[in-house]
């Protein structure tokens, strides 16, 4: 797992530097490359409210119509890391709402030249639908044009907690307690989970040292939500559940049957945990109140493909063999830092995508774990 707290910050440095000379999107391409956007399934290419062809498709992310006034930005990182994460934008007669700041702020002009392609009403608000770098570090591209910027009242502490210190750090000190665990790995498996680890919190690093960072000024409290937001024609309803972060924000279209759904949906790929405020079981209490609606809901994931029902009951499925093969681990009586690197992927989801181990399985083993032993509730 993760963990960027002071004590292990201040580690003697390493002198290796896994990814020195990449170039900042080679880097982040490296990793993302891993996990390839599949293209639409049939059943929604066949959908009345998903356009055939992407309004515009620039590689690392494509424009599509998937409702009046609503489109959809999805990622491929495969060709590229400059968006990195899923969004998109909500225009209606009267003013528009765009969704996330992306991994850099040229993600967040990709979007916005989109939206200016259908659209020129004035915009209302960009949304981060949580705090996370890949959703967060083109923000500043927001603040340059006076765009009010939306997120959960804690999104702006969260960017400053945790990626401001690592601005100023130096980056082999950053990587030298992950690489102290590939090194003291106790198996082959640990020792690609925690190569894995490195590689990606290498990424995360350099990514962050071509940000400058900015924070939403509109903060929502979350004991205030719903809120609904009048786009003019276009009604979104803002709704704040725990499960990834801490900080999610979901943008409902109840008049449409459309959820922008943030990172509680991961479709086609292991769900990211590492969070300090993930909750595993709060995250499958929310999968269960998406399941709750509408059959004919479209969701747009935080990352991979738009989906409908489906893309839930999978996630709901990967959250289930995870908690039952952990479960099993835990009533052997294996150790929790051993459990955490055994899970095995099922044959049904041997495509899923891992994002990193150490961000996504390992952590949600971790937390299962800690709620069984009564740590959390
Ligand atoms: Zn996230």
Known sequence: MIDLSLSERAMPFSRRNFLAGTSYFGAAYALARLIPTPVLAASLAADARVAQAPLVDKGFAAVRKIGEGLYATISDGSKGAQTMCNGGFLAGKDGALLLEGYASTTGAAFQMEALRMVSQVPVRAALNTHYHFDHSLGN???????????????????????????????????????????????????????????????????LLQNAVLAVPNHPLDPAKLPLTVDLGGVRAVLESFPGHSGTDIIVRVPEQDVVYAGDLLFHGMYPVCFDEKATVSGWRATLKIFASYGKDTLFVPGHGQICGQEGIQQLRDVFDDIAEQAEKLYKAGVPVEEAAHRYAPPEKF??????????????????????WQGKKA
């Open 140 to 206: 500043a591209f927001y603040g340059g044009r006076n765009i009010p910027l939306w997120g959960h009242a804690q999104t702006a502490s969260r960017i400053a907690g945790s990626y401001l210190p690592l601005q100023g750090a130096d980056r082999a000190a950053v990587l030298a307690p992950l690489e102290k665990r590939v090194k003291d790995a106790k198996s082959e498996a640990e020792r690609q989970h925690a190569q894995g680890d490195v590689n990606t919190m290498g990424t995360v690093f350099d």
């Open 350 to 371: 041997k495509n899923l995508g891992i994002f990193a181990w150490g961000f996504t399985i390992g952590p949600a083993i971790i937390k299962l774990y800690e709620e």
